[in-house]
């Protein structure tokens, strides 16, 4: 199991690659509907809180396969939903 600062690391720099394009995209086209892209930004931040709530308190598990489930299914939970929030930028730039 990666230690707890590697898996902190990656949610910030995934977080952080999905707000800086919602940005640059605002940038370019301040045109589009700004209130969706806020949306993503919003979600994305509410995304790191969550996962980094459940890292930092991760129950009464003693069991040493059931902790690397949890943080297994952290990791899984943090690619599933960076990928939603790409495709949901990427709709708004087709609609564009």
Do not use: W
């Not at 690659?17 to 994305?44: M, R, W």
Request: charge should be positive; glycine fraction near 2%; hydrophobic fraction near 35%.
């Amino acid at each position: 199991m990666a230690n707890l600062r590697k898996i902190k690391k990656d949610i910030d720099n995934r977080v952080f690659e999905i707000i800086s394009d919602c940005y640059i995209f605002s940038g370019l086209h301040p045109d589009v509907n700004t209130k969706e892209v806020a949306q993503i930004v919003e979600d994305a931040v509410n995304l790191r809180n969550d996962l980094f709530s459940r890292i930092n308190n991760p129950g009464e598990i003693k069991d040493p396969r059931l902790v690397k489930k949890h943080f297994r299914t952290i990791k899984e939970d943090l690619s599933a939903n960076a990928d939603n929030l790409c495709q949901r930028l990427s709709k708004i730039a087709k609609k564009k």
